[in-house]
């Protein structure tokens, strides 16, 4: 039977979906390796991974009740085919943590020669249809 090597990468940013603030959920969130990694789940696991310089856009909001407790929901806009809008619920220093990963996509993209315009039309629209012109209609 052939070994399977895996290189550890070095987490950059890790926290946890949080309730009144503290990170008492099995929803966990991290960024390695030029990816975006969501594990949720006890007893059955789901993990989803999502390549950095495939995301398109952030957005950051914050309730007045996520303000109170120092959290806010990111949510991720990208060109994956399976989950092309990702939630990162109640995390702690949102807007740090949208900072660190609009860095961390420009970074990704450079690194593999890639400009924001050669992902327009690989998005989806609402309807599933591809977005052919950027313009954030399908067609």
Not at 16 to 45: A, C, D, M, N, Q
Not at 80 to 100: A, G
Request: no cysteine; hydrophobic share 35%; aromatic share 8%.
């Amino acid at each position: 039977m052939a070994k399977i090597v895996v290189e550890d990468e070095e987490i950059l940013w890790k926290d946890r979906k949080r309730h009144w603030g503290l990170p008492v959920s099995f929803t966990r969130y991290e960024v390695s390796g030029g990816r975006f990694v969501v594990r949720k789940g006890f007893f059955r696991t789901e993990v989803n991974e999502l390549l950095l310089y495939r995301i398109l856009d952030l957005k950051l909001v914050r309730s007045l009740g996520q303000k109170l407790f120092r959290v806010g929901t990111l949510t991720l806009y990208s060109a994956d085919k399976t989950d092309n809008v990702l939630e990162v619920k109640n995390i702690k220093r949102p807007d740090t943590v949208r900072r660190f990963l609009s860095k961390q996509i420009e970074r990704e993209r450079a690194a593999r020669g890639i400009a924001g315009r050669e992902l327009y039309g690989a998005a989806r629209g609402p309807d599933g249809l591809p977005d052919l012109d950027g313009d954030g209609l399908p067609g």
